[in-house]
């Protein structure tokens, strides 16, 4: 069974840039599809991006262009770099892993 763990989630400015990272246990990572989600108060948890075993990308209309998903199969880690912050990223951000793994979660706040 897969264990994840985010990182890096902070308070940022409008306009800033945050990278958080998601670091998996488990010797199968590399088969994995995996996501980052968030949920804003108040609100369902959304899809952010995803990337795929091969590497293959899909993200949220909301971030594109502003957010890279990325993984390193050899550290058993992804990351997702988010520039250009809005305030309506504020959210709890989750990493998932395949069908139903979830992260605990790592909060992103972007106020001045």
């Known amino acids: 069974q897969v264990q994840l763990v985010e990182s890096g989630g902070d308070l940022v400015q409008p306009g800033g840039s945050l990278r958080l990272s998601c670091a998996a246990s488990?010797?199968?990572?590399?088969?994995?599809?995996m996501a980052w989600y968030r949920q804003a108060p108040g609100k369902q948890r959304e899809l952010v991006a995803l990337?795929?075993?091969?590497?293959?990308?899909n993200y949220a209309d909301s971030v594109k262009g502003r957010f890279t998903i990325s993984r390193d199969n050899a550290k058993n880690t992804i990351y997702l770099q988010m520039n250009s912050l809005k305030p309506e990223d504020t959210a709890v951000y989750y990493c998932?892993?395949?069908?139903?793994?979830w992260g605990q979660g790592t909060q992103v706040t972007v106020s001045s």
């Open positions: 998932k892993a395949g069908p139903s793994v």
């Open positions: 990337i795929t075993s091969d590497g293959t990308t």
């Open positions: 488990g010797s199968r990572f590399i088969i994995y599809a």
